[in-house]
């Protein structure tokens, strides 16, 4: 997975990106909001941000609610790393858009999890959106017949919108994507067929 690290620090910028590429993340580096708001919005942006607040022209903040207003259907996972730590600052970083936040100076083993947190939930997303997909192609191979339909007591035929009476088979067919294929029932077998056929070889030992 793509991780992004946005940080002004060059120390610190190094730091998380020597430990995300040693747990198999392919890591990109921007030194300042700025930079960083141009790869995040690419179309093949990281999946995962992590992101300092405190930064010259585009802060973490601003940073926050550019990411969360683009036009996207998946947007990344942000991670707030900084030095503030108190509850209002924690409450204004979410309520921007971070989707998690850790306080420096931070444990290398807490962000590793809080990481790995991220990518379950970009995994859920993933085959959400997945299913979505599938959903709203089954609904465009589907029209959905609604409504009561009039359909005669002895034939069989249906009305349509039209007032024309016609086969069921002939209805659905027009009103669907459904194809039909004939058959016989095992009980129309024995109603009708077999009665025929036994006709029939009478009729042949008749005229033979």
């Known amino acids: 997975m793509k ?30 909001g700025a930079e960083a708001w141009e790869i995040l919005r690419r179309d093949d942006a990281p999946s995962l941000a992590i992101l300092d607040w405190t930064m010259p022209g585009v802060d973490g903040l601003e940073l926050c609610k550019r990411v969360r207003a683009l036009q996207k259907p998946t947007k990344p996972y942000l991670i707030f ?36 947190v991220g990518v379950r939930m ?15 192609e089954a609904l465009a191979r589907v029209k959905q017949l609604q409504g009561l339909l009039p359909i005669c007591s002895y034939c ?17 067919e027009g009103h669907s994507d459904a194809l039909f294929t004939h058959g016989i029932c095992p009980e129309c077998r024995v109603k009708y067929v077999e009665p025929e056929l036994e006709r029939l070889r009478q009729r042949r030992r008749e005229e033979g």
Do not use: C, H, M
């Open 3 to 32: 991780v992004l690290i946005v940080d002004d620090e060059p120390v610190l910028r190094r730091l998380l990106q020597t430990s995300l590429t040693s747990w198999d993340y392919e890591v990109i580096a921007a030194p300042g």
């Open 81 to 116: 790393v900084t030095a503030k730590a108190r509850t209002q600052d924690i409450v204004t970083g979410l309520g921007a858009g971070a989707d998690d936040y850790i306080i420096k100076p931070f444990n290398r083993d807490e962000l590793r999890a809080r990481i790995q």
């Open 122 to 136: 970009l995994d859920l997303q993933a085959a959400l959106a997945e299913r979505v997909r599938e959903l709203e």
């Open 156 to 172: 069989k035929k249906v009305r349509d919108d039209r007032n024309y009476w016609q086969q069921v088979e002939t209805y659905i």
